[in-house]
């Protein structure tokens, strides 16, 4: 058994936490919406044809924001193909995923579908085939009152009032040669300059995020960020961040420690950011979008062997084990300790698509990587609090000095609880660990994550990992080897 200290004090204050950081995302993508929000004709569908399973899964998750509706998918969406009756609406190619998309489901039924499910929407715009024009017709058609030719036809659609959609994304990874209408950053941020000011001069409340590099590796990282922001920085509130994380070496160790990389990736977008303030001599701070963010790998071989055009194709399904919890649980915590400057982030995605919920005809069931990001979301609203932690280090094969330990907390002024959220990343070692508090706390519960062996997965079947928990004790706390952990108290 390992030792270790951790001392937490209610001043070590990191920001108030953006409720947006737990946010989603679902894309017109595999099983996302068909046969995943969307089923009618399923024994739970709704009298608008969506699940009331995953309904219910979702609202547990409490997701405050939904980014949609992509993702590759929207760089070449017409928006307009998705308002209006369903039976004039197009067939239409999409060049992004090689599928065909019917159009069944467009913003008119997904801004129902958030209703139901107690959120609001991320609207991303269509800057890869289209550009600023179309992109303001969306914005009058979603959100200008009336006595217009797009907002009298919301009305005639059905939707007298308007949308109020108050986060938009202008684009997405436009840095990506895979993306239709791939733009160099210059490119784009002329474009993305040019579609926020319409946008603004339209409604002056949205918020607006540009597109960052699509991830850490990208080999224009860096000098895009710059240009983008040289250009648009006056006119947009965010800029985004993606990234995914691969086991694909089976290397645990290192595999583990990935959220280090994430917290290099945000101080290093940060640190440009900033950098850009400073040359602008500007009060203005630009904060930080991480509105794709999850462990994605599983599912890549069998994606590849995908015929071309079908409809709703099981595809990028990954199934999640115990160790991909693990990590999700440690990105949270670094999404949490980044909370100053990251506002928004959407685990990506929501539904069958790399997602924490997955559906079959029969049933929805919580994957593994549900729970660590149940329990942030639950108990993770307020402040957030640096967390001292005294611990053994391993180095991996990509990570020198991992500390086993990796930890957030989270004050809760109006309920009166603090919780802290623990990860041990040691495959050997439980780690026996004294705490020290600034303030008076009382000990509730500890829900806990461990024993499981770490590929172990949930099924339509069988749900085997699942959290546990227990009285929490005064004293030292013993977390398991790998484990993820949540300490609950009231103060
Ligand atoms: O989330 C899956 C895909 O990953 C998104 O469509 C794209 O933005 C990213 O590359």
Same mark, same amino acid.
């Given at each position: 058994?390992?030792?270790?200290?951790?001392? #937490?004090?209610?001043?070590?204050?990191?920001?108030? #936490?953006?409720?947006?950081?737990?946010? !989603?995302?679902?894309?017109?993508?595999?099983?996302?919406?068909?046969?995943?929000?969307?089923?009618?004709?399923?024994?739970?569908?709704?009298?608008?044809?969506?699940?009331?399973?995953?309904?219910?899964?979702?609202?547990?998750?409490?997701?405050?924001?939904?980014?949609?509706?992509?993702?590759?998918?929207?760089?070449?969406?017409?928006?307009?193909?998705?308002?209006?009756?369903?039976?004039?609406?197009?067939?239409?190619?999409?060049?992004?995923?090689?599928?065909?998309?019917?159009?069944?489901?467009?913003?008119?039924?997904?801004?129902?579908?958030?209703?139901?499910?107690?959120?609001?929407?991320?609207?991303?715009?269509?800057?890869?085939?289209?550009?600023?024009?179309?992109?303001?017709?969306?914005?009058?058609?979603?959100?200008?009152?009336?006595?217009?030719?797009?907002?009298? *036809?919301?009305?005639?659609?059905?939707?007298?009032?308007?949308?109020?959609?108050?986060?938009?994304?202008?684009?997405?990874?436009?840095?990506?040669?895979?993306?239709?209408?791939?733009?160099?950053?210059?490119?784009?941020?002329?474009?993305?300059?040019?579609?926020?000011?319409?946008?603004?001069?339209?409604?002056?409340?949205?918020?607006?995020?540009?597109?960052?590099?699509?991830?850490?590796?990208?080999?224009?990282?860096?000098?895009?960020?710059?240009?983008?922001?040289?250009?648009?920085?006056?006119? #947009?509130?965010?800029?985004?961040?993606?990234?995914?994380?691969?086991?694909?070496?089976?290397?645990?160790?290192?595999?583990?420690?990935?959220?280090?990389?994430?917290?290099?990736?945000?101080?290093?977008?940060?640190?440009?950011?900033?950098?850009?303030?400073?040359?602008?001599?500007?009060?203005?701070?630009?904060?930080?979008?991480?509105?794709?963010?999850?462990?994605?790998?599983?599912?890549?071989?069998?994606?590849?062997?995908?015929?071309?055009?079908?409809?709703?194709?099981?595809?990028?399904?990954?199934?999640?084990?115990?160790?991909?919890?693990?990590?999700?649980?440690? *990105?949270?915590?670094?999404?949490?300790?980044?909370?100053?400057?990251?506002? #928004?982030?959407?685990?990506?995605?929501?539904?069958?698509?790399?997602?924490?919920?997955?559906?079959?005809?029969?049933?929805?069931?919580?994957?593994?990587?549900?729970?660590?990001?149940?329990?942030?979301?639950?108990?993770?609203?307020?402040?957030? *609090?640096?967390?001292?932690?005294?611990?053994?280090?391993?180095? !991996?094969?990509?990570?020198?000095?991992?500390? *086993?330990?990796?930890?957030?907390?989270?004050?809760?002024?109006?309920?009166?609880?603090?919780?802290?959220?623990?990860?041990?990343?040691?495959?050997?070692?439980?780690?026996?660990?004294?705490?020290?508090?600034?303030?008076?706390?009382?000990?509730?519960?500890?829900?806990?994550?461990?024993?499981?062996?770490?590929?172990?997965?949930?099924?339509?079947?069988?749900?085997?990992?699942?959290?546990?928990?227990?009285?929490?004790?005064?004293?030292?706390?013993?977390?398991?080897?790998? !484990?993820?952990?949540?300490?609950?108290?009231?103060?």
């Amino acid at each position: 058994m390992k030792k270790a200290a951790v001392s #937490i004090s209610f001043r070590n204050e990191i920001s108030e #936490i953006d409720k947006r950081i737990y946010g !989603s995302f679902i894309e017109h993508l595999g099983r996302a919406v068909y046969g995943g929000i969307y089923q009618p004709g399923n024994a739970s569908a709704d009298e608008d044809g969506f699940r009331k399973d995953v309904i219910e899964l979702v609202k547990k998750l409490n997701v405050p924001i939904v980014r949609y509706p992509g993702g590759n998918f929207v760089s070449g969406y017409n928006w307009e193909d998705g308002v209006g009756p369903k039976e004039e609406r197009p067939v239409r190619l999409d060049l992004a995923w090689f599928t065909t998309e019917t159009n069944e489901v467009g913003m008119q039924e997904f801004a129902k579908w958030l209703e139901k499910a107690g959120s609001e929407m991320m609207m991303a715009v269509n800057l890869g085939t289209r550009g600023p024009d179309e992109a303001r017709a969306l914005l009058e058609y979603a959100n200008f009152p009336g006595g217009t030719y797009w907002s009298d *036809l919301r009305k005639a659609h059905g939707k007298e009032k308007p949308y109020n959609i108050r986060t938009w994304c202008l684009g997405n990874e436009m840095d990506g040669p895979w993306q239709m209408g791939h733009k160099t950053a210059y490119e784009y941020a002329r474009t993305a300059t040019e579609t926020a000011k319409l946008l603004k001069w339209i409604d002056p409340s949205v918020e607006l995020v540009a597109c960052g590099s699509s991830n850490f590796k990208m080999p224009t990282f860096g000098e895009w960020e710059h240009t983008v922001l040289r250009e648009a920085y006056e006119h #947009i509130d965010y800029i985004s961040m993606h990234e995914y994380y691969s086991n694909g070496a089976d290397d645990t160790p290192s595999f583990l420690a990935e959220n280090i990389g994430m917290d290099r990736f945000i101080k290093a977008v940060v640190a440009i950011c900033d950098m850009v303030k400073a040359e602008k001599k500007t009060d203005k701070t630009i904060n930080i979008s991480f509105d794709e963010w999850n462990v994605w790998y599983h599912s890549k071989d069998h994606d590849e062997a995908l015929e071309h055009w079908g409809r709703a194709p099981h595809r990028l399904e990954d199934v999640y084990n115990f160790e991909d919890a693990l990590l999700v649980g440690g *990105l949270l915590i670094t999404l949490l300790k980044n909370s100053d400057r990251v506002k #928004i982030a959407c685990l990506a995605q929501l539904v069958n698509v790399i997602a924490p919920i997955m559906t079959d005809d029969e049933k929805a069931w919580a994957q593994t990587i549900f729970y660590p990001f149940y329990h942030c979301s639950t108990y993770g609203r307020g402040t957030a *609090l640096r967390v001292d932690v005294i611990c053994d280090t391993y180095d !991996s094969r990509k990570y020198k000095n991992v500390p *086993l330990l990796d930890a957030v907390a989270v004050r809760n002024e109006e309920k009166r609880e603090l919780a802290v959220f623990v990860l041990n990343r040691s495959l050997d070692d439980d780690v026996e660990t004294s705490l020290d508090f600034s303030e008076n706390v009382k000990p509730v519960e500890h829900i806990y994550m461990s024993g499981f062996g770490l590929k172990d997965v949930n099924t339509a079947s069988e749900e085997k990992v699942v959290p546990a928990s227990k009285e929490l004790k005064e004293g030292p706390v013993k977390f398991d080897k790998a !484990s993820w952990n949540v300490l609950r108290y009231k103060f």
